[in-house]
């Protein structure tokens, strides 16, 4: 088997076998094909695409290059969520305390931001002293003691994932649904969770910008985990503006806070108590979407939900003061209102271009080695739909260099359009997608 015949083979429309995936996989890991090579064969997977059963193959391959992790020391049934990438998107911080708070398990594994897109990572260290790199046996002890942990993917976890992503990421071949698809789910399949829920991003500021792509991704990948025996679950929900009200890293901790002591962006607790509710229901500590979103309320209505975030951020390391006491977060030397010159509607949030501004104040990475400042970012202070009085703050960038700010300035202000008349709200969720097929909503 030459790794040419195989470029040549998807380059002219036809299909790889198992072992052809199998075999470009090991040797991609090894080493013993060059990133030229799958450079190419990437690029041909972009323009001639995969179907269902290669895609299938390419994500157990890249599932099986390394370790498969071993929960079946932690109590119950083991659920994690995943999220396809967006901005302003902090449902991991409440939603997994408060998941946790209701008697599941949530044992998770996440990643950092790169481009657009804020990680869960980056957002847990800006809380001093938080540590997401936990051994094997510290994680599992600490879902078992608590009922939660979020750490970093472990390296032994899918390292054909890691090296392929970095790759895709610089060769124009990341937003391609059999490349996403097996990304993400080789990472799941990996992470050793007994069920999954997908949280599948639509619009301007995901990966998927159409309603007909993102219900693809979303089947594709609930394929792949009920065929390799995890219940899965998508849910496809809206990033056509950002989900919450900050975009940065200290900013969203912040946001974590007040949303798990009642006040929460709309958005954002919806999409939370919606996922959550799946969640709850997959680890079977409720038998309807009603039960499970009666426990989720009255855990954040009492404050439980908090409580466990600072559990997790005691146990790891971190400062649990610092979740009431904002002030021991990175905190940025400059603040810049934005106001209404006035009275006015907000019609559009650009969620890609705001995101792309934060990353440029330093809140992200254009390379995985970039180091990012965790004080810096925008807060919004209304969303889509609302109303502003003349003079009212619209948002607010947190900065600490002039130079950036001013550069960056002009793109937010263009990031953010209005009207002199009232505009409806954009629809949050529009579909659950399962084995049994879609439901709209």
Known sequence: MRMVDLIKKKRDGMKLSRKEIEYIIQGYVSGDIPDYQMSALTMAIYFRGMDDAETANLTMAMANSGEIADLSPIKGIKVDKHSTGGVADTTTLVLAPLVAACGAPVAK???????????????????????????????????NRIGLAVIGQTEDLAPADKKLYALRDVTATVDIIPLIASSIMSKKLAGGSDAIVLDVKLGDGAF?????????????????????????????????????????????????????????????????????????????????????????????????????????????????????????????????????ENDLYISKLYAEKLGLCAMRLGAGRERKEDVID???????????????????VIATVHANDEERLNNVLPDILNSIETSDERVEKPKLIYAVVTKDGITSL
């Not at 996440?110 to 936990?134: A, F, N, Q, W, Y």
């Not at 810096?376 to 609302?386: P, S």
């Open 109 to 143: 594994m996440s990643g950092r931001g790169l481009g657009h897109t804020g990680g869960t990572l980056d957002k847990l260290e800006s809380i001093p002293g938080m540590k997401v790199s936990l051994t094997m046996e510290e994680f599992i002890e600490n879902v």
């Open 208 to 340: 998927m910008k159409d309603y007909e792509s993102a219900l693809k991704l979303a089947q594709v990948m609930v394929s792949i985990g009920e065929n390799a025996g995890k219940r899965t679950v998508a849910v496809i929900t809206d990033m056509n503006q950002p989900l919450g009200l900050a975009i940065g890293n200290s900013l969203e901790v912040i946001e974590a806070c007040e949303a798990l002591q009642g006040r929460g962006c709309r958005d954002l607790m919806d999409v939370c108590m919606f996922l959550g509710s799946h969640m709850l229901m997959l680890a079977g500590v409720a038998k309807t979407m009603e039960e499970a979103a009666s426990r989720l309320e009255y855990a954040l209505e009492k404050g439980m939900g908090f409580e466990k975030f600072k559990e997790m951020v005691r146990a790891q390391g971190g400062n649990p003061d610092a979740l009431e006491d904002y002030s021991l977060l990175p905190t940025a030397r400059i603040r810049y209102d934005i106001r209404a």
């Open 374 to 392: 965790l004080s810096v970012g925008i807060m919004l202070n209304k969303k889509v739909g609302d109303f502003v009085k003349k003079g009212e």
